[in-house]
């Protein structure tokens, strides 16, 4: 084996015992499924609290949704109010209709899809996110 070779292979081994050892890389992957603006919260999107830091891998409601959901972020898993605050996963994420991107201005995370944080009820917030996304895409 020529140097090259092992340089290869030292490589593929250490990726591979990084991807064995750590849990988070396929959070990453699940993460990539969500609406852009998820990066404040990241881990606690879909867990009670951040893995990374304790270990603890328990999921909140929105996390054990989206599991349930196939690990995918669509537009059933976006009508859901998995948190039961009163506004849709759709409209936390900033992504009412499950496209995966941002609808309309929406820049920033709304609340959390997983904790009871949503108190903007004076608006229909379907209603709402449509309005945005309308402007957004003239
Ligand atoms: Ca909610
Ligand atoms: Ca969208
Ligand atoms: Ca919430």
């Not at 949704?65 to 900033?94: I, K, P």
Request: proline share 5%.
């Amino acid at each position: 084996m020529n140097l090259h070779c092992r340089q290869v292979s030292l490589i593929v081994a250490l990726v591979a015992s990084m991807v064995l050892c750590l849990p988070a890389a396929a959070t990453e992957v699940d993460m990539s499924q969500l609406p852009p603006v998820i990066e404040p919260l990241r881990c606690l999107i879909c867990h009670q609290s951040d893995p990374g830091e304790n270990g603890d891998t328990t999921l909140n409601p929105f996390g054990a949704d989206f599991l349930a959901n196939g690990r995918l972020w669509d537009d059933t898993l976006a009508n859901q109010n998995s948190d039961g605050d009163g506004c849709s996963n759709g409209f936390e994420l900033g992504d009412v209709d499950g496209d995966g991107e941002n609808d309309g201005n929406v820049t920033e995370l709304q609340s959390n899809p997983g904790v009871e944080d949503c108190n903007g009820a004076s608006v229909d917030h379907r209603t709402w996110g449509e309005l945005k996304a309308l402007f957004g895409s003239k």
